[in-house]
């Protein structure tokens, strides 16, 4: 039997997924940039946001940055795993049960950055679950 909606379903999500994580990656790693360090000497002498806050909002925002990029680049690892075991056919309920978890995973874990990979994630996890080998008469 031929998976190849699952398959394509799974490819574009992993490259979703892939994509979402780079853009994250390099949007927390900008936050050491010169352009913050500027925003971050203009709000010293600026007495209406103490400093102690600024830096935990921005220690914040860098800490679940990094959660967000290393949740996608799991997401993306499971995506690919399930797509090498539905090659061939070799396991399609452990990459339903993969793709399940790992929609789960990426939709609640990176605060709205992974919908669609999870979506389609999803929607490749249930149809190899459900879809079942023809039977020759």
């Keep these: 039997m031929k998976r190849t909606a699952e398959i394509v379903l799974i490819v574009i999500g992993a490259v979703l997924n892939g994509l979402a994580a780079i853009l994250v990656f390099f949007g927390t790693a900008a936050m050491k940039s010169e352009g913050i360090n500027?925003?971050?000497?203009?709000?010293?002498?600026?007495?209406?946001?103490?400093?102690?806050?600024?830096?935990?909002?921005?220690?914040?925002?860098?800490?679940?940055?990094?959660?967000?990029?290393?949740?996608?680049?799991?997401?993306?690892?499971?995506?690919?795993?399930?797509?090498?075991?539905?090659?061939?056919?070799?396991?399609?309920?452990?990459?339903?049960?993969?793709?399940?978890?790992?929609?789960?995973l990426v939709f609640f874990f990176t605060v709205g950055f992974g919908v669609l990979p999870a979506l389609l994630y999803l929607i490749a996890g249930i149809m190899s679950l459900v879809r079942k080998p023809p039977v020759i008469v």
């Design 38 to 104: 500027q925003m971050e000497a203009r709000m010293k002498t600026d007495a209406s946001i103490p400093e102690a806050d600024f830096q935990t909002a921005l220690h914040t925002i860098q800490a679940l940055g990094w959660g967000i990029a290393v949740v996608l680049v799991i997401g993306t690892a499971v995506g690919i795993f399930a797509a090498v075991q539905l090659r061939n056919n070799k396991s399609p309920k452990l990459s339903g049960i993969l793709l399940i978890i790992g929609a789960v």
